[in-house]
């Protein structure tokens, strides 16, 4: 079954999923041959927490049940280097009205493509891009490209690909490369992460936290402005369901937090917010769902719900969900972020503390067939389109995570009123989660109605 997905022409019992290949939508298609071949449910999240292709067959054949449940708490205590490296804020410089250079990681993602726009419109600045690459050339190009295939633009001369791994001590570098960029650098966005709701908190730690914790060592090397884009995934534990949430509550309890991707953060995001208690100085930035371009439609195609909501076009048919959906447009995080980084007019108060981006203007399941002019059927029925569907579907890759019961899902009530009032006075407002947003949404992905 693993060569069959991998294509690979066999398999060996010490490999490792990934090492060939695999990744989590092919995770998904073996666990569905496995439930059709051997009639046995696997967790999709057992798979990605196999070691090798034994440890999944001993799962199998029900020897003993793999187990992610690391001390999140623990992993959460600053490394004594950086709690020395951090210096009081009153001893820094106070932040430059505009940077001469921003350093940006994830500049080859989706949100990343639109946050180099935004500090490429919004600032004067070299935008310093670290990418996985053998040199500065490659790295350049590949942020550039990922610009243009998201419809934007930046000027090219003001791009610098900086080569570099963020799973690696120094993102790579050797101690003099990474103190020349330290010298260079006044603002850092640290933006990258392995984004990955079905792997396990261990595969996703070296890039999640360590990737943080080098961001944050070379803010401290720098005395420069680290801006951490998190996650209000990381309130998703037991302790915040249905309780006000705002920006100036801490996430402190990782209790139920269900995914190794929330986790990850959730460890990234206190490793920030003790930094900033020694004396780093640290925004962190919480976004929620990040949606496509408001203005274009383009968004992420690859994503789930972009794949949900062309599955339903598909179908005619949208599955009725007791919970709605909310979608903050991607020019409008990105925008976000970009402002807060590069001005200094709001006070230390506001600069160096949390920001969120939830659009309160959610949309129900009801309000997306409407829009989409589909039908609202139960989910059970729903589901069993899908499934019968098959590889047609843009949802295919994830048919076999979707679960019997009808999904329930209870969030947080966020409150993002002191960050939106930040926002407004430059400009910088949210559009509703309506049917004018979701149709651009789905011409785009050409599934749009007739």
Not at 228 to 247: C, I, K, M
Not at 305 to 329: K, W
Not at 361 to 390: F, H, K, Q
Request: aromatic share 6%.
């Amino acid at each position: 079954m693993w060569a069959r997905a991998l294509r690979v022409p066999e398999v060996g019992r010490t490999d490792n999923f990934f090492e060939l290949g695999g990744h989590s939508l092919l995770a998904a298609s073996v666990v569905a041959q496995v439930r059709r071949v051997l009639g046995v449910e696997v967790p999709l999240r057992a798979l990605l927490e196999s070691a090798d292709l034994s440890d999944l067959a001993a799962l199998i054949e029900g020897h003993r049940v793999t187990e992610d449940d690391p001390d999140l708490t623990a992993e959460a205590v600053l490394p004594a280097d950086l709690a020395t490296l951090a210096r009081p804020h009153e001893v820094l410089a106070p932040p430059a009205t505009s940077p001469s250079a921003v350093l940006v990681t994830g500049a080859t993602g989706f949100l990343g493509a639109h946050l180099v726009a935004q500090l490429a419109v919004r600032t004067d600045a070299d935008i310093l891009c670290l990418v996985r690459a053998s040199d500065e050339r490659e790295a350049t190009a590949r942020v550039l490209d990922n610009l243009r295939s998201h419809g934007l633009e930046a000027d090219p001369a003001r791009i610098v690909g900086v080569p570099g791994d963020l799973a690696q001590e120094r993102y790579g570098m050797t101690p003099d490369a990474f103190a020349a960029l330290a010298r260079r650098t006044e603002v850092i966005c640290h933006n990258g992460g392995r984004v990955n709701f079905a792997e396990s908190y261990a595969r996703l730690r070296p890039v999640n936290v360590g990737g943080t914790l080098e961001a944050m060592r070379l803010a401290a090397l720098a005395g420069a402005r680290l801006h951490l884009v998190s996650t209000l995934g990381v309130f998703l534990g037991d302790a915040y369901r249905g309780r006000p949430v705002t920006e100036l509550d801490p996430p402190d309890d990782p209790e139920g937090l269900g995914s190794g991707y929330d986790r990850s953060k959730w460890v990234a995001d206190r490793l920030a917010r003790e930094g900033r208690t020694a004396g780093l100085r640290v925004s962190v930035h919480r976004p929620a769902r990040v949606s496509g371009d408001s203005r274009t439609g383009r968004g992420n195609a690859g994503d789930y719900f972009s794949r949900l909501l062309a599955t339903c076009a598909a179908l005619g048919a949208v599955p009725d969900l007791p919970f709605e959906e909310d979608l903050a447009p991607v020019d409008y995080v990105a925008a976000g972020i970009a402002h807060l980084a590069v001005t200094s007019d709001a006070d230390d108060e506001h600069h160096y503390s949390n920001h969120h981006y939830f659009n309160g203007a959610t949309i129900s399941y009801t309000g997306i067939a409407r829009a989409m002019g589909a039908d609202l059927v139960p989910w059970g029925r729903w589901r069993s389109a899908v499934l019968e569907g098959g590889e047609r579907l843009p949802l295919a890759p994830f048919a076999a995570t979707l679960p019997e019961a009808t999904p329930r899902f209870e969030r947080p009530l966020f409150d993002c009123g002191r960050t939106e009032k930040l926002l407004s006075a430059a400009g910088i407002t949210c559009p509703p989660a309506d049917a004018a947003l979701l149709n651009r949404y789905l011409d785009h992905l050409g599934a749009g109605r007739e």
